[in-house]
Nanobody
């Protein structure tokens, strides 16, 4: 079973940058599509980004296109967040589906990390 652990959250000012990491153990992580979601207080979990196991295919939610990038390495995935806005404040999760494919809807993902808090101060 895949286990995911996020890190790198924190507080930054508007316009700043932050890089989140997702460490994976168990399963065949190298073959999994890795997805990033976020959840702000009182809101539903929102798809942010995803990356295929080769790194050649990436997805981004409309609200982060052009500002966020995603990458991966052996056992790790990264979310680089630039030009941060107050509305980016949320808990950020990495996730994967049991079959290893894309899951851009939260209930299609089966493995979740515990989340890392990102707060953007104005």
């Amino acid at each position: 079973q895949v286990q995911l652990v996020e890190s790198g959250g924190g507080m930054v000012q508007v316009g700043g940058s932050l890089t989140l990491s997702c460490a994976a153990t168990g399963g065949t992580f190298t073959n999994y599509y890795i997805n990033w979601f976020r959840q702000a207080p009182g809101k539903e979990r929102e798809f942010v980004s995803g990356i295929s196991w080769t790194g050649r295919i990436t997805d981004f939610g409309d609200s982060v296109k052009g500002r966020f990038t995603v990458s991966r390495d052996i056992g790790m995935a990264y979310l680089q967040m630039n030009s941060l806005k107050p509305e980016d404040t949320a808990i950020y999760f990495c996730a994967a589906s049991r079959g290893g494919g894309r899951c851009i809807v939260a209930n299609e993902c089966h493995y979740w990390g515990q989340g890392t808090q990102v707060t953007i101060s104005s």
